[in-house]
């Protein structure tokens, strides 16, 4: 399909940054929708009117009903998702409902992790932590990782996309794995959620993670949280506050949760950020995962072939069914590079032991594949990347 049958591309006009910019860079952060200035603007009319009434009103169920928005994107059922301020906090809240060492010391993750979440991980004092290497820098040899899920694991957790090589772990193998044994699989699906479709009771996982920040365009402090319904009275966590007290406002010294989702909650959430993050979360329930996806894996492969076609060295899965939304290009001085290219207004990023990134989403155009590939190799010809020789690498 090209860019002239391309109707996803009817949502272009929703995005301003697209007008000035080559985005790709929607797995660090996605274009935030214009309708998001509207719902940020609701933000402050409600609170500029409504004053401490809000809460009552509608900020105080904005965590859930946010969740049950969301949930179609993941095959959760209403009730069953609430919003955290972010995926680190996500994980540490569930991190919490596990003591170590315990009759189960042992926790599962893998080197490709996302180093936040591996911080939080290694900071479990009394836990056995395995974690499996990766022999390409790429994959993780997923026969490795069921291999060290045993009887004595409490929990595995890895990211469904790997961050650096966009790999797309085999999460219903891990997940079968940990059933068997009586593991608890907790999933980060950060980089999924919004650009391939997932489903987590096909999936078979316990708990599911993810955020808005990416590819669901709804900008910083909205992450999500999914948790098997029949498994919350099982989990007892630590990291808590008054809004996971089934009387909060009974402001009771004696603690207790609830038994739902919200079982999962703790203090004061992110409003603003709520309101930011519902305008994405409805435009990609709108395209439809399954078009999204599959214009995702037609883009990424003719990124792929033309990085290949110049002899770079690629860092993402060649395989389609193995491959997210980012083709990852290897190359010298790929930091400087990364930055030269976004002086040019072709937005990516550099990450070490993966190279430049390139992400583009269901509002990119063919030709600004083309256009950024083109870019980074007159970059490179022409030296352009000296002038930015010393840059250090920054969130982006």
Partial sequence: MSDRYDPLLAHRSRFPVLATTNYLISNSLGAVPSDAAKHLQDYYETWATRGVRAWEETWWEMAAGLGDRLAPLIGARPGEVVFQPNVTLAHAVIFSAFVFPGDRPKIVSDSMHFPSVLYLIAGLRGA????????????????????????????????????????????????????????????????????????????????????????????????????RPDLRRDLDPRLTGWMAHPRPFAFEPTRELRDDAWRFLHGTPNIAALYAARPGIEIIREVGMEAIRRKSIRQTTRLLDLALGRGWTVTTPSAPERRGGTVSIDLPHGLEVSKALKAREVLCDYRPGAGVRFSPHFYTTDEEIEAAIDAMAEVIDRSLWTRHAGARATVT
Wanted: proline share 3%.
């Fill in 128 to 227: 056995d932590v395995v974690v499996v290497p990766t022999d390409d820098g790429v994959t993780i040899d997923t026969n490795r990782l069921l291999e060290a899920i045993d009887e004595r694991t409490a929990f595995v957790n890895i990211s469904h996309v790997l961050f650096r090589s966009s790999f797309i772990h085999d999460v219903e193998a891990v997940t079968v794995r940990a059933r068997e044994v009586g593991a608890v699989s907790i999933i980060d699906g950060y980089q999924s959620v919004g650009n391939m479709p997932v489903d987590v009771r096909a999936l078979g996982v316990d708990v599911f993670i993810g955020g808005c920040l990416k590819w669901l365009c709804g900008g910083p402090g909205a992450a999500f949280m999914w948790v």
